[in-house]
């Protein structure tokens, strides 16, 4: 199905004819790789820009989070 190193999300990119495959076999990649939640919106908090005086943990919620969207970001368009 893929690739652990991610240079093959899924074993087809999507097009008009194979959506609902295409949908399971990204929902599985996400879900096994652990950033289902990004989909899913479950960690919306972490979207806010930390203000000035932001904590350490603050800043490092907000650099996880940013890095996680992008890997999401990242497989999702090499997979359409």
Do not use: C
Not at 34 to 59: M, S
């Amino acid at each position: 199905m893929a690739a652990e190193n991610g240079s093959q999300i899924v074993t087809r990119i999507l097009d008009k004819n194979n959506f609902p495959a295409w949908k399971f076999r990204m929902t599985n990649f996400l879900m096994r790789k652990g950033y289902w939640d990004y989909i899913e919106g479950n960690l919306e908090e972490a979207l806010e820009i930390p203000e000035k005086n932001a904590t350490a943990a603050q800043i490092r919620s907000y650099k996880y989070w940013n890095q996680g969207a992008r890997k999401v970001l990242h497989w999702l368009s090499r997979s359409i």
